[in-house]
């Protein structure tokens, strides 16, 4: 004896629609986001590296209170004036010393305040 339930239903067939929409928001979500990851580029040279220190001193160190060039306090619009009347070229090797308390944006600040004004031999020194 057989038993029947009632008529046979096809089988449903997965819609791949709503998985395909996941897909395409995802994609647009990382094509923003890695826009937003660009930041602007500052080239660094660590100590030891590029050609030799030739010149008069031009240690810019980075302290929590502010900047200071070869030890004298100076104001940023200022640096750049007292560097470029040390410097030959606006590639000679400029130091940046980081204080122990100064932050890491202050050292970013720092070169890119020189960086903007012309200056591409910038030095990292611990």
Do not use: C, W
């Amino acid at each position: 004896m057989t038993l029947a339930f009632g008529t046979p239903r096809a089988k449903k067939r997965l819609s791949l629609a709503p998985m395909i929409d996941v897909v395409f928001l995802l994609l647009v979500f990382f094509m923003l986001a890695s826009q937003f990851g660009r930041d602007r580029v500052v080239p660094l040279a660590m100590d030891g590296a590029g050609s030799a220190y030739q010149g008069p001193p031009r240690l810019v160190q980075v302290t929590a209170e502010g900047l200071r060039l070869n030890g004298v306090p100076a104001e940023e619009e200022a640096l750049t004036e007292r560097l470029t009347a040390l410097t030959h070229k606006k590639s000679d090797a400029i130091i940046l010393q980081p204080d122990t308390k100064a932050s890491l944006q202050q050292l970013m600040d720092a070169a890119g305040l020189l960086s903007g004004a012309g200056f591409t031999g910038l030095v990292v020194m611990e």
